[in-house]
């Protein structure tokens, strides 16, 4: 028997989906529940409940808008993760 992935309905956890791209340790895009706009997401971790949550840190409806945001707010990242990015529909 093989183990269920461990999916959630929740931005902050693991295992929500759809991850639209890795970006780098610590940093991903989704695509939020409604599909109405990517999120550039953080893991940080929480000080007073010593866990971590995925952070929604900018919110994008086109994807240059959503390339723009990655360029400011994400350290490095990767090529392949670029060019998932710039493989996304103009809009969402």
């Known amino acids: 028997m093989t183990a269920r992935p461990n999916f959630s309905h929740r931005e902050s956890d693991d295992g ?3 991850v ?13 529940r409604d ?3 990517w999120i550039v997401q953080y893991l940080a971790s929480s000080k007073t409940a010593r ?4 952070k929604g840190v900018r919110y994008a409806r086109t994807r240059a808008g959503l390339i723009a945001s990655c360029d400011r ?10 060019a998932s990015l710039q493989a996304l529909p103009e809009r969402i």
């Open 16 to 18: 929500y989906q759809p």
């Open 20 to 32: 639209v791209a890795v970006l780098a340790e610590r940093w991903r895009v989704i695509e939020c």
């Open 35 to 37: 599909g109405i706009q």
């Open 51 to 54: 866990r971590t949550e995925w």
């Open 73 to 82: 707010s994400v350290p490095e990242i990767g090529p392949s993760a670029l």
